[in-house]
């Protein structure tokens, strides 16, 4: 079914379509099937009336299609009805298996029919005449079908293996604005972005709300699988002054320990014991956070004595899980001992000034530890 806009109420901005990356406003007066528009609004008594060029009584139905750009792009449900991204019955040429839609509390959310995995309550139904976003991974283009085997009247669940090596890490402020990011560990995963895999992370429109996201060769990431690892970077911002909060709210990995690491006040904090609150403002670093990952525990023997981990990244080495008491010593390769320190929390952090191979000892009741670690 067609429409014809008819007026924009003000006061408005504009009705925007998205081409080459970008929304940009849209001139014309028939809006195109399977495209999908925005409208930008001052305040929330503006209004788009449109009408229609069809008989009331003619809905949409049958097939459609829309050739897709490299890159992300902006497409729309066509049907009187809700599809399902899981169904059979899409064509999908060089498209990742991710949409992103917006939902009512104004959260862009994406959801990966690859892995079951969702950010911000993001699902596989997509509503009657709802935009959302797929990206196209080809230079060449790409193509998205639709027919009515996709179409759903209810939510009737089409089941899919659950991802289990996965965390979920919420934000939130006062106000309970939130927002969550997702680190999956698969051994399917590489060091880059993959498509498969991962999921872009776009960015709300609105400022002042706050965004919690990883990177994947500088991408910016709402869903990022990757190999298994001990460390990586947290990005946080916002425009907003206030508190927020940091929190797990999911961890399929058993991990004996999840640190949260904030590099502007020092402080250390074990998600898996409690939340994290701090005082942000827009001039913060965005690279503001590190997550440390603990060893594994065992699902049969959820009680079983926590075993150090020790690893190094970027110019610093890190010890953790370690007992009360401890000591910890690093060495060069020539044997000089650089560093000796009694442990005084479960988490400690030694800033190394020159690259190399160091060596690691951990002495505590239960004997020495000993690990090689390169600081590049």
Not at 331 to 344: E, H, R, S, V, Y
Request: overall charge neutral; glycine content about 6%; charged content about 15%.
């Amino acid at each position: 079914m067609r429409y014809v806009q008819k007026s924009l109420i003000p006061p408005y901005i504009a009705l925007q379509k998205y081409t080459g990356g970008r929304f940009v406003t849209f001139y014309g007066t028939e809006l195109a099937n399977v495209t999908g528009y925005q409208a930008k609004f001052r305040n929330a008594q503006s209004k788009v009336v449109f009408e229609s060029n069809q008989p009331k009584t003619l809905f949409n139905s049958g097939t459609y299609s829309t050739n897709l750009q490299l890159g992300l792009n902006l497409v729309g449900n066509p049907y009187p009805s809700g599809i399902n991204w899981n169904a059979t019955g899409w064509t999908k040429l060089n498209v990742d298996p991710v949409i992103y839609y917006r939902r009512d509390n104004n959260r862009i959310v994406s959801y990966n029919s690859q892995t079951n995995v969702s950010v911000c309550g993001g699902t596989s139904h997509i509503p009657a005449n709802q935009g959302f976003m797929v990206n196209c991974n080809s230079s060449t283009g790409g193509k998205i079908g639709f027919s009515n085997i996709i179409r759903e009247h209810t939510h009737t669940p089409i089941f899919k293996n659950q991802t289990q090596n996965l965390v979920r890490l919420k934000v939130s402020n006062d106000e309970t604005v939130a927002d969550e990011t997702v680190i999956m560990f698969s051994e399917q995963s590489t060091e880059n972005f993959d498509n498969e895999l991962d999921a872009f992370k776009i960015f709300d429109e609105d400022e002042t709300l706050p965004q919690l996201y990883t990177q994947t060769q500088e991408i910016p990431a709402s869903i990022n699988a990757l190999p298994q690892t001990s460390v990586m970077n947290l990005y946080f911002q916002t425009e907003k002054s206030g508190n927020y909060t940091i929190s797990l709210t999911e961890n399929r990995m058993s991990f004996a320990s999840i640190y949260l690491e904030d590099a502007e006040t020092g402080t250390v904090t074990d998600l898996l014991k409690a939340n994290y609150t701090f005082a942000a403002n827009s001039s913060d670093n965005s690279n503001r956070f590190k997550v440390h990952f603990g060893k594994i525990t065992s699902v049969q023997n959820s009680a079983e004595t926590k075993s150090l981990n020790i690893y190094s990244y970027q110019n610093e080495i890190f010890v953790n899980e370690i007992e009360k008491n401890a000591t910890i010593e690093i060495f060069d390769l020539l044997g000089k001992q650089i560093i000796t320190q009694k442990a005084n929390n479960s988490f400690m952090k030694f800033a190394i000034l020159h690259s190399g191979t160091y060596i690691v000892k951990v002495i505590d009741a239960n004997g020495t530890t000993t690990k090689k670690v390169l600081i590049p």
